[in-house]
T-cell receptor
Framework: GESVGLHLPTLSVQEGDNSIINCAYS??????FIWYKQESGKGPQFIID?????DKRQGQRVTVLLNKTVKHLSLQIAATQPGDSAVYFC??????????FGTGTRLLVSP | DSGVTQTPKHLITATGQRVTLRCSPR?????VYWYQQSLDQGLQFLIQ???????AKGNILERFSAQQFPDLHSELNLSSLELGDSALYFC?????????????FGPGTRLTVT
């Protein structure tokens, strides 16, 4: 069943395209950021993280970019697959172990 | 599978009632976090426990309480339930209460208050 809000920004891409999901964070003092993927009916799943002393971090098919000047985070997914369809959340660590989540972006991948 | 388990998966109850949600963290994880996810507010941090003690508090209502037991499982108690409490409740765990560690989420409990 549906597990997240109905009024999320949506990014629609074709299979094989590269996807870029953006996130603006609020706290300039945040020192740690995470991207989570949430499929329908499931809990958020860790994708990749980045510390504030880095600008870029790469994982398998995913890259996170951090621009502290404008408080912006992005998640790039290479060669997007139908299985990547989900809601993606960024989260910032605001205070001791407290994560603040963004509102999420729904990614729809068409075959 | 994250290794975090939550029970029950679904819960339907009436306004005014009290329910208990249960969470077992990943083996070895000392921290447990509770989150509420509703349609209009996204994921909201409620509370964190570390090795049995409350470590951080978020937007948790006074009608809600939690605890972490010696075996590290945690329970979230919701009382005097209102329609607006209907949501998904997630538990997450991490290796430590200090430093920077990713949180692993359970599958959630869907609470419906009628």
């Amino acid at each position: 069943g549906e597990s997240v809000g109905l009024h999320l920004p949506t990014l629609s891409v074709q299979e094989g395209d590269n996807s870029i999901i953006n996130c603006a964070y609020s706290n300039s003092a945040s020192d740690y950021f995470i991207w989570y993927k949430q499929e329908s009916g499931k809990g958020p799943q860790f994708i990749i993280d980045i510390r504030s002393n880095m600008d870029k971090r790469q994982g398998q098919r995913v890259t996170v970019l951090l621009n502290k000047t404008v408080k912006h985070l992005s998640l790039q997914i290479a060669a997007t697959q139908p299985g990547d369809s989900a809601v993606y959340f960024c989260a910032e660590r605001a205070g001791f172990q407290k994560l603040v989540f963004g509102t999420g972006t729904r990614l729809l991948v068409s075959p | 599978d994250s290794g975090v388990t939550q029970t029950p998966k679904h819960l339907i109850t009436a306004t005014g009632q009290r329910v208990t949600l249960r969470c077992s963290p990943r083996s070895g994880d000392l921290s447990v976090y509770w989150y509420q996810q509703s349609l209009d507010q996204g994921l909201q941090f409620l509370i964190q426990y570390y090795n049995g003690e409350e470590r951080a508090k978020g937007n948790i209502l006074e009608r809600f309480s939690a605890q972490q037991f010696p075996d590290l499982h945690s329970e979230l108690n919701l009382s005097s339930l209102e329609l607006g409490d209907s949501a998904l409740y997630f538990c997450a765990s991490s290796a430590s209460g200090a430093g920077i560690y990713e949180q692993y989420f359970g599958p959630g409990t869907r609470l419906t208050v009628t």
